[in-house]
């Protein structure tokens, strides 16, 4: 794709560039392919420069008034900012770019398949972590757990990484049955290890038990492997009870207690995402309104819900936490 033909103007001068905590700035407007760049003319310290990548482009709002415009970009991070454009055409060559490239749609359009930095090998990973490196250097691991690529080429599970980490004696061949007991293939796999007392955290979706209660053998098998002789395991579902019934006549369920006896499971209801995007709009709507009072503002910010939503994941977090260091 040529990004060019969607950058009528690619600079303009003499742009005024507003945003929080600074002080007004005039200087020079860029668009390029995947950024918005602005320099101001400042020289030393105090030069304000902004490079915004336009993918995280929220929303952006245009207002013309005689022969200049004005652009008010609302940003994925919660930032918004606003540039005062001289010239008509220019303002509007700026927005129909920014609108345009903010919201592409092919994977390989996207900025990570462009960035070339000097000097990267892509052998180093540049510094990234990975399942094999943290079972490396956690030899705590080895006697009760192995590394497995069951997952190579992503055949089990599309959001899961090619290698995880599962108990030793739990083969291949259970967890790719695990997997088809599970939504999304997500079989339970080991995603924190406590070394003050050797509890783990696992992560895995719902099993997908229905209305007549199916079983799986193998994905008992292999929670079983993970308790090895402790009291008991917990499993933390965040759906209410109710919620948790209600999958099962949809095909989804949970993990009974007559066939995963050494686990308690424990209902903590946390909102998917949906909820939370219209939570955070909300929040987004009564930070920007700057007509209301405090006792308004207030009343808004309770109608979003937003406060209510980080307590339910705080208290969830304590409870799990609890649980491992019991």
Known sequence: MEFSEHIKTANVEDVVLRQPLHPPSRGTLCITGHHL?????????????????????????????????TITIKCKDLRVLQLDIPGMEQSLNIARSIETLSCLDGVSEMYPFFYRPSGAR?????????????????????DRWRLSTV?????????YPPAVIVPKHAGDDVLEKAAKFRQGGRFPVLCYYHRKNGMVIMRSSQPLTGANGKRC??????????????????VIDTRSAQQALQARMAGGGFESK???????????????????QESLIKLVEACGDQ???MDRWLSKLENSKWLSHVQTALSTAGLLAECVER
Not at 151 to 159: E, F, L
């Open 37 to 69: 760049l602005f320099s101001d003319r400042e020289q030393g310290s105090g030069r304000q420069v902004l490079l915004l990548l336009l993918r995280n482009v929220d929303a952006i709002e245009k207002r013309i008034s005689g022969s200049s415009g």
């Open 258 to 276: 007559s066939c995963y006896s050494s686990w308690k499971r424990l209902h903590r209801q946390m909102e998917r995402g949906k909820a939370l």
């Open 217 to 234: 053998m193998e994905d008992e098998r292999l929670l079983r492997a993970v308790i090895d002789g402790s009291d008991r395991g917990f």
């Open 291 to 293: 007509s209301h009072n």
């Open 151 to 159: 997952n190579r080429d992503y055949r089990v599970c599309p959001s």
């Open 122 to 142: 892509l052998q180093d990973q540049w510094g990234l972590s990975s399942p094999e490196k943290h079972y490396s250097q956690m030899r705590e691991l080895h």
